[in-house]
Every structure is written in structure tokens, then in C-alpha cells.
């Protein structure tokens, strides 16, 4: 499917499935990306997908999901409903023809991710998890450092985030049946950067989870067995974190504040001195994400090498593994 001709532009055209907030920062984003824009939202209400356009100046608005997807103008789609409605949206959009990024976490399952690669496949069609922090400056950054040895043999990484969230029964991240949970929300960054940073593979893992009185995961410790060192992520509803992280070599280390957002990276050596900053002034997260996602759509690419359907696939079992729901008598915290 083709969006060539509206405008007389050759931009790709998204429409946005949901019209929260986090639609408002891909909207940002496409404002900023060139060959982007974005040319309708979805709600289930059109009243809210009305005011929302008109917020944002988007030309189209529409009440359903359904609608939107025969918009024949539209040739992508940005999913930002909440995570229990991911996997039924994602195979919507795939159906009605439509390359497709969907906000983290993508599915809950390995499963749902396996068909919904499983369909992309057979559409011929893009489909991306949003993680958006893979593609910042200061990520790739760290990863030069590691691959070019200025830290020598990577022994051991630490990471944590998380912040102290209402403790709504009904709301987003307290509630199991809109996809709560911390490795779903915050966790998914950790698994899915601190392997990335130095590029290397899991192999095992191991947790402590501490649940909250409507069954999700609302503290978790989790520990990544990687091909050659080990890494800690910590993570939080209930409590505020720093949010940084740490990369230790054999001849110094790595600071990068702001696991998943932000603009620096500090490299040390072995006697703690500062060696180099990088400290890029970010114009806007979801920009590099974006961008990604258009050249990969115009190029025929059927995923990014970037946030890849195997770092979806590597987080979707560590989900498996660890948030299936305690059986009768089974303890709060679990260790595997």
C-alpha cells in the first residue's frame, strides 16, 4: 500500500490507535521527522479522538478502531492503547494491511509475539516494538566504547528504574487486567538495554518478585546471565530509583545516567578519573525511533536491526517465565 500523493509528498502516513499520552510524544515526534506525519487518530469515543486531533492539528479523527484501518490514505500505524489490548490491535492493523509500531510492552507472551511475526510475515508488512531508548544517541554510544575495548572485558552491569506510582486498583499499572506490572511498563527497558549495551545474548535469568495486593509485579530483582558477564536490573513501582546504570570493564567504566531517556554517557578509567562525556542535547526521543521505522517501511525492510523481533522475543519469555498468575498457597516472592 502506498500514501505517495497525499500532499504531493512522498512521507509516510500514520494513524495513531489510542488517544492518550503517549500518542501525544509520536505526534511530537512526527512533527520533527520528515518524512512522517501523522494523519489520523483512532478512539473508541469520537468526541475524545476529536479533541485530541484538534490539540494536535491532525486532519483526521475517528470513533473506532475499524474505521481508522479503512482509511486507505493511512499506510502505518502507532499502537498506544494499553498493554492488554496490544496483542487484538496489533493483528487488526496487520489484517487491514497496515505496518504497524506498538508501544512497550508489545505482547505478553512469546506466543503473541510469534503470531504477530508470524502475520507480518504474511502481509508483508512492518511490524516494531517502540523502544524508542535503544535508538538514542548516548545508547549507541556506549555500545562504540564497549565494542572498541575502552573499558576492557565487561565483567558485570547494573541498572534500575522505577518511581512511585499511585496505587490505583484501576488504574494502568496496578490493575492485571490493563496489563499492570513493573517488567511489563519499566522492566521491558532493562531486558531490553542491558544486554544491548554491550551486545551480548541471555542465556539464563533469575528473580525476586514482589507482588502487590492485586497480584501484579510491583518490585522486581532481576539478575541476567549473559554470554560473558552477568547483569542486575532493579525495578520499582513503589519506590523511586535512580534510573541509571553502570557498565564495569576490567580497565574502567561506564556511567550512564538516565538508563532510558536523556542525553549523557560518562566513561571512566580503572583509578575513577573521567576520560570522556558525551552529552549529545537530545531534539526528541521518539525521533530516532521514527526515523528508523520510515526508512525501514520505504526500504521494504521487514524489521529493524535496531529493536529487532528477537529483543521482542527475549523479553515476551522472561514475561513467560516469571508473570505467569501464583497457584494456590504459592509464596509472593519467587525465585527461579
Request: with cysteine.
Amino acid at each position: 500500500m502506498s500514501a505517495l500523493g497525499i500532499g504531493g509528498s512522498e512521507m509516510v502516513h500514520f494513524g495513531i490507535l489510542g488517544a492518550g499520552n503517549i500518542a501525544h510524544s509520536f505526534c511530537g515526534a512526527a512533527n520533527k521527522t520528515e518524512d512522517a506525519c501523522v494523519l489520523a487518530v483512532a478512539s473508541k469515543e469520537l468526541d475524545r479522538a476529536r479533541a485530541w486531533a484538534e490539540q494536535e492539528a491532525v486532519p483526521r479523527a475517528y470513533g473506532s478502531y475499524e474505521e481508522m484501518l479503512k482509511d486507505p490514505d493511512i499506510e502505518a500505524v502507532y499502537i498506544a492503547t494499553t498493554g492488554n489490548f496490544h496483542y487484538g490491535n496489533i493483528k487488526q492493523c496487520l489484517q487491514a494491511g497496515k505496518h504497524v509500531i506498538c508501544e512497550k510492552a508489545m505482547v505478553a507472551t512469546e506466543e503473541e509475539a510469534r503470531e504477530a511475526f508470524r502475520l507480518a510475515d504474511e502481509k508483508n508488512l512492518f511490524l516494531m516494538e517502540a523502544m524508542w531508548s535503544r535508538f538514542l544517541p548516548k545508547t549507541q554510544k556506549v555500545r562504540e566504547w564497549v565494542r572498541e575495548g575502552r573499558i576492557g572485558r565487561v565483567k558485570l552491569i547494573q541498572g534500575t528504574i522505577g518511581f512511585q506510582a499511585p496505587k490505583d486498583p484501576q488504574g494502568r499499572l496496578y490493575n492485571p487486567d490493563l496489563g499492570g506490572g513493573v517488567l511489563y511498563d519499566l522492566g521491558v527497558y532493562l531486558i531490553d538495554l542491558l544486554p544491548y549495551f554491550v551486545d551480548q545474548r541471555i542465556v539464563d535469568t533469575q528473580a525476586w518478585i514482589q507482588r502487590a495486593g492485586t497480584g501484579i509485579d510491583e518490585t522486581v530483582n532481576l539478575n541476567l546471565k549473559l554470554e560473558d558477564c552477568w547483569a542486575n536490573g532493579q525495578m520499582s513501582l513503589a519506590a523511586k530509583l535512580p534510573e541509571d546504570a553502570y557498565i564495569y570493564g576490567e580497565t574502567g567504566y561506564i556511567r550512564i545516567p538516565k538508563i532510558h531517556w536523556g542525553t549523557e554517557a560518562l566513561l571512566y578509567d580503572q583509578e575513577e578519573r573521567l576520560v570522556e562525556h558525551f552529552n549529545r542535547p537530545e531534539e526528541f526521543g521518539f525521533v530516532y525511533e521514527l526515523a528508523e521505522a520510515v526508512r525501514c517501511i520505504r526500504s521494504g525492510a521487514m524489521e529493524s536491526n535496531i529493536a529487532s523481533r528477537e529483543m521482542t522475543l527475549v523479553s515476551s519469555r522472561i514475561y513467560d517465565k516469571y508473570l505467569r498468575p501464583l497457584g494456590d498457597g504459592e509464596e509472593a516472592v519467587r525465585v527461579s
